[in-house]
């Protein structure tokens, strides 16, 4: 690999269940909801898959806390407006004393709420088509895909709960080596967990960051702008959702907007010139980090690093090829810390992975890249036998 990077060490390609199929292992739902219609609805739907198993539906918060000591359900599913007990007390109250799996499924008229949700541990959400509504069967497919998702990641909710609590930051080693140059823009991109592993990353960086960062997190265009809000509020750094024709400068944090792509388009000096780009028929992810990774590869090249997150699928996976075949740094998240590993993990099986690293390491990796370390002590790095490919012969 070219002088800049942090070397071209393989990693080791584990084995890896990507697919929406838990391979015979049947995962048990909770549904809440006040709604009886929503609650047989979402119970007919989700017992079609033979790889889910409706263990009960609840209609407030106090009757989930009942169900969920009585069926013991890997995964739920929750409503956040609800009387009583509503949602997000019910949430707090699964965090704390049985932690689970738990996908929120909330009108748009949620958005605070949900974020709410979302920092206090849900893994990811669903957008129903109204609060009550004959179109609910349309958001099935959807559901059912992250339901199996993340009924995989059940030993890894009791380890985000019990991180929650602020850490201090390390610092990369001064006395590392250094190479010609540091990485100057970072490309990131997640889905699924995303949001928890975006705070708990970016809020570990300094205020003298040098480095400029793009980011893609799967996600509606109407949550893309409060959730960039959110991400400013807890961040050393500014951080905002992109617009086209953004000047993106060092120390500098900006997010996709849901329902756009988000381009490197060229540089202005110490500047990135960013394109917001409108949507194609046919594309999967939206936004896609393929595409943002692709274009930082061909501006920055050697100068950038990509970063694969948790999330489900395969988005990621040519963009970071393409950036570690131009000279850039390619990362992904290791899988003890992903909340859902088919992204990274599909990275990983790509071949092109320079490094895989937890998520408590990530922002100190970061760190050490921008000056030019060629490694960071404590980052997690699995050595594969010499092979033809990137950085060898």
Known sequence: ??????????????????????????????????????????????????????????????????????HEPHVLTLDLEMPGMDGLSLLRWVMAE???????VTSRESNYSLFQALELGALDFVLKPGRVSPDLPSIGEELMAKI??????????????????PVPRPRPPASLPAVSHGIRLI???????????????????????????????HMPGEFTGPFARRLDAICSLPVREARNGDLLRPGQILLAPGGRHLLVEGMTGSCFRMRVVAT???????????????????????????IVLTGMGHDGTRGISALAAAGGLAVAESERSAIVFGMPGNAIRAGMIDRVVPLESMAA??????????????????????????GNP
């Open 1 to 70: 690999m070219a002088s800049g990077s942090l070397g071209s060490v393989r990693v080791r390609q584990p084995e890896q269940r990507c697919g929406l199929s838990s391979g015979g292992a049947v995962t048990r739902v909770l549904i809440i909801d006040d709604s009886a219609y929503n609650r047989a609805t979402l119970s007919r739907l989700l017992a079609g898959h033979p790889d889910l198993q409706v263990v009960g539906a609840a209609r407030d918060g106090l009757e989930g806390i009942r169900m969920i000591r009585q």
């Open 98 to 104: 049985q932690p689970l799996p738990i996908v929120v």
């Open 148 to 165: 199996l998702q993340i009924g995989h990641a059940r030993p890894r909710v009791e380890r985000l709960v019990s991180q929650g609590a």
């Open 187 to 217: 490309a990131m991109v997640s889905s699924t967990g995303g949001p928890q592993a975006l705070q708990h990353i970016l809020a570990r960086l300094p205020a003298d960051f040098p480095a400029a960062v793009a980011l893609v997190q």
């Open 280 to 306: 194609q028929e046919g594309d999967l992810h939206v936004p896609s980090g393929d595409l943002l990774l692709d274009s930082a590869a061909r501006v920055a090249g050697e100068a950038a690093a990509g």
């Open 365 to 390: 990796l970061m760190e050490s890249m921008t000056l030019g370390c060629r490694s960071y002590p404590g980052e997690e790095v699995m050595a594969m036998p010499f092979q033809q490919g990137k």
